[in-house]
Structure formats: C-alpha cells, structure tokens
C-alpha cells in the first residue's frame, strides 16, 4: 500500500497526539475550529515542545468532549 504525503503526516501528527489516525481525523475534521486545528497541526510540526503540549492539551479538551 502507497501512502501519500498527507496520509503519512497524519500518521505523525495522530502518533505525537497518542491517538490512533482515525480518531485523529474525526476530531480534526468534526470538532475542532480552523484556528485551533491550524494550531494543533503547526505546533506539532514545528517541534517546539512546549507549543507541542499546548497543542496536545487542546486536542484531548476536544477528545475528551467527543467521551462524553
């Protein structure tokens, strides 16, 4: 199986998170706002460790409302 470019970024971002792709993408894509998915997905990237927690605190406030 070919993965892509965004498919294989996914996978990182989904890793760095602690979460498996899918549930990466189903918060991304359903609950989160443009700013913060924007924020999440550059932190993550950029390597900055302390962006890189803020950004996986963000992601398990909207993770943990998809619990509830």
């Known amino acids: 199986m070919k ?3 965004f498919d294989l970024m996914d996978q990182a971002i ?9 549930t990466y ?3 991304i894509e359903t609950k989160t706002s443009d ?3 924007d924020f999440i997905i550059m932190s993550i990237l950029e390597g ?3 962006k ?4 996986k605190e963000l992601f ?3 993770l943990t409302e998809d619990s509830e």
Not at 14 to 22: I, P, Q, R, S, T
């Open 60 to 62: 398990n406030k909207y």
């Open 25 to 27: 993408i189903k918060v």
């Open 14 to 22: 989904a890793e760095e998170l602690g979460v498996d792709v899918k």
């Open 52 to 55: 890189k927690e803020r950004a």
């Open 35 to 37: 700013e913060d998915t």
């Open 48 to 50: 900055d460790e302390s």
């Open 3 to 5: 993965l892509g470019l």
